[in-house]
């Protein structure tokens, strides 16, 4: 008896000690990092989680975001709704405010039961998880897991409240379709916000908590409705909400206002690109552009040192002196986008660019050698075609692999299963050559549209292409097209700079000027059916008079030109030629856009807008913007222009606003179109708003071959005249048609004629 009981104590204290000393050694084989990775303590104090960066509309919506791996934006625990936390709390750690990181009851009960009355995991366990738990491959690594989870649990308890462990979870958690962190789910999902999530709402995304593929209401809608109703009994449960209210939200079906996260979809795709790359952009070096490209060496050199928001990233810095990484620091970039009006441009971009096509489309189908025009020749066909085949990246990925240039190109030709663009039914599958497939893209028309406020410069709505996902080059800031007769006003400016008056009077006839070469150069003009009547300067702008140009441009040098369209913010190439009265120079729509809020300005050029202000993640300004002005003009010659300005849209070339749209309002304008009617322009402004807009091919050989249609009247104009009629439609935007240019009683636009 006395051997079997010493035996007894032996074991017992054996095993007792040895059960303190295998805890001891566990904890501090946990605590040290060896049983697994333990964070230190500034790495609790600040976990490592990278947000993404939003974009932010005038009115205040969300435009965007820029993200690296995760779709994720920080909000602050008095954005959440209170039901959100509650649905929370009463279905994933009900006794969260008594416990201290890890329930010791609710653990127990867990083991007791093998999981079937639910998990022990606290909501703070749970945060631990998703920040330092590596994905488990086997039961066994996740049960050595846990014990590290129990420790950091504890500590997160000890540095933090409950009301940050709440939050700190609901931006961690992952919902699944790039929806990281509670503020992109309810994006996601129900387009909303935290803050504004309704109860059955609020429970079908605490639901997802449990498995999120296993609950995702996109692919398994009745199993995620189950779980959002189980919610909602936890939350009756619980007392925080009332039997009658769980019955009847518990009946409600399942209701997603869901959206996908994409960069090429959404709102402003073309707009949100370029504020990326101006945001990123690097100190430009002459060395790295190519000879043939200097000019656009000298825009971004200027833009580096005049713009602020151009680099961004690289020229400011960090508490830490690292630089700003749009991707990852959850930084708010303030627009100067109004997304109604953003939609607007978009809607009428697509309602007229879809019109269009059906008429190009019609005309191409007599072409041989569509989409080229009649014009060109089979050896300039070709050289277009091969020229876009080695852009292509099958050419560049098959160039690296060593594939000879020869068998390269010879794969353009074999068929082979794609997808191409269509307005009708979106991507479509077909069987179509490589080749084929690059003249399909290239027989849709592209476009180009910018709207903004000529007194702040605030850019309201940016579009640079019918869609894309297909057409990524950008039209409205990035591309360059002749401008046509939408260089004309400068011209004018420039009479009326030198004391001329819109009443002043010319004998209509052919101008023969002589070039830099000593060449005769007489324009061709459409009306010569007015040849040797006297008709007024004003006449001559209204009706787009080249031999009124050309005259114009006998009494000034080409350099005179040059000089004022550089003033009017014009930076591309501009060759001191006499034909330059005519735009053949290549102009983006920004710059066009930027040059006509001269006229509405009263003589003052403001430079375009896009960004008011950069916060960090903190909600610290680390960056502000405001517009940059110059005089241009006199107030006198912007009263005159806007004059003659006017008449173009009231009884000249761009009459159609009147007559087939019924816009009303006070408004100047211009129309362009090039030769072969390659491309069509139109700009117009009012007191507020000044909007421009350019349509074309891809390549200058695709246009239309017949004047009525390829006209800027026709091409470009209707896309800025939908436009404004949404903007008047709307009367909470506060633009009126009544709106009247502030031009003082004293101006008599015939004084110089008296």
């Known amino acids: ?118 998990g022990g995991s606290t909501i703070t366990q749970q945060l631990a998880k998703q920040l330092w738990s590596p994905r488990a491959n086997n039961t066994l690594e996740r049960a050595m897991q846990k014990p590290i989870e129990w420790i950091i649990a504890t500590k997160l308890e000890r540095l933090y409240s409950k009301d940050e462990i709440l939050l700190m979870y609901l931006n961690q958690f992952d919902f699944l379709y790039n929806a990281v962190g509670i503020q992109s789910a309810s994006q996601v999902y129900f387009s909303t916000t935290p803050k504004d999530l309704k109860i059955e709402e609020a429970a079908m995304l605490v639901g ?134 953003q939609k607007y441009a978009e809607e009428a971009v697509d309602e007229h660019m879809r019109a269009q096509q059906v008429s190009f489309f019609k005309e191409l189908k007599r072409k041989k050698n569509a989409p080229f025009s009649r014009s060109l020749t089979q050896e300039e066909v070709n050289g277009i075609m091969n020229r876009s085949m080695r852009q292509t990246d099958r050419y560049r990925v098959m ?25 009708e039914n979106g991507l479509i599958d077909t069987i179509m050559t490589p080749y084929d497939s690059i003249r399909w893209q290239k027989s849709y028309l592209r476009c180009g549209f910018m709207s903004m406020d000529p007194r702040t410069g605030h850019v309201k709505a940016y579009v640079g292409g019918p869609d894309f996902a297909h057409f990524q080059y950008d039209m409205a800031t990035k591309g360059r097209r002749q401008v046509g007769s939408t260089v004309k006003p400068y011209l004018f400016t420039l009479a009326m700079n030198e004391g001329m008056w819109p009443c002043e009077t010319f004998v209509y006839d052919s101008v023969t000027l002589i070039d830099a070469n ?50 009017f913010g014009i930076q591309g190439q501009l060759d001191p030629v006499v034909s330059l009265c005519l735009g053949p120079c290549e102009v983006s729509v920004e710059e066009m856009v930027d040059a006509y809020t001269t006229f509405a300005n009263k003589g003052i050029r403001t430079e375009p807008l896009y960004v008011t202000r950069i916060e960090d993640n903190n909600g610290n300004i680390i960056g502000t913007f405001t517009p940059r002005t110059h005089e241009i003009i006199s107030e006198t010659t912007a009263y005159k222009m806007i004059y003659m300005l006017r008449q173009v849209i009231d009884r000249g070339t761009g009459v159609r ?98």
């Open 1 to 118: 008896m006395k051997n079997w009981y010493k035996v007894f104590l032996i074991w017992f204290w054996s095993l007792f000690f040895g059960g303190i000393l295998i805890i001891s050694l566990s904890m501090w084989a946990i605590i040290s990092g060896v049983w697994g990775y333990m964070p230190p303590f500034e790495e609790l104090r600040n976990p490592k989680n990278t947000f993404a960066s939003e974009i932010i509309t005038s009115d205040n919506q969300s435009l965007g975001r820029y993200y690296r791996y995760e779709n994720r934006v920080g909000v602050h625990y008095e954005d959440l709704s209170d039901t959100l936390v509650m649905a929370l709390i009463a279905t994933e750690d009900a006794r969260f405010y008594s416990h201290t990181g890890v329930d010791f009851k609710s653990l127990f009960r867990a083991v007791l039961k093998l999981g079937r009355a639910g």
């Open 208 to 341: 997802m908590c449990k498995n999120p593929s296993l609950y995702n209401p996109v692919r398994h809608p009745e199993r995620a409705r189950n779980r959002r109703n189980t919610v909602l009994s936890q939350m009756e449960k619980y007392g925080y909400i009332d039997k009658a209210t769980c019955d009847s939200v518990s009946a409600l079906p399942l209701t997603l206002h869901y959206r996908s996260v994409d960069h090429k979809k959404g709102s402003a795709p073309y707009f949100r690109e370029y504020l990326r790359v101006m945001l990123t952009a690097k100190e430009p070096i002459e060395s790295n552009y190519p000879s043939w490209n200097k000019q656009q060496y000298k825009i971004d050199r200027y833009q580096w040192d005049n713009n602020d928001l151009y680099g961004f990233c690289e020229k400011n810095r960090k508490a830490d002196g690292s630089k700003y990484d749009i991707y990852q620091d959850g930084l708010k970039i303030y627009t100067t986008i109004d997304s109604r009006m």
């Open 399 to 423: 160039k690296r692999a060593g594939i000879s240039h020869d068998s390269i190109m010879q794969s353009f030709y074999q068929p082979c299963e794609m997808q191409i663009f269509t307005y």
């Open 518 to 567: 000593g060449n005769p150069w007489t324009p061709r003009d459409t009306h010569e059916k007015y040849q040797g009547d006297t008709v007024t300067l004003a006449w001559g702008l209204k009706e787009s008079s080249n031999w009124m140009s050309a005259y114009l441009m006998s009494l000034f040098t080409p350099e005179q030109l040059v000089k004022i369209m550089q003033s």
């Open 657 to 754: 606003v009147r007559y087939k749209y019924g816009i009303t309002a006070p408004m100047g304008g211009k129309t362009g179109t090039t030769n072969n009617n390659s491309d069509g322009w139109f700009v117009c402004f009012t007191p507020s708003l000044v909007s421009g807009t350019w349509v074309g091919g891809e390549d200058r050989g695709i246009h239309f071959d017949n004047m009525a249609e390829g006209q800027g009247a026709s091409m470009a104009l209707p896309i800025c005249a939908i436009y404004m009629k949404k903007i008047y439609a709307d009367p909470e935007l506060g633009y009126s048609q009544d709106e009247d240019f502030d031009i003082p009683v004293w101006f008599d636009p015939n004084e110089g004629c008296e």
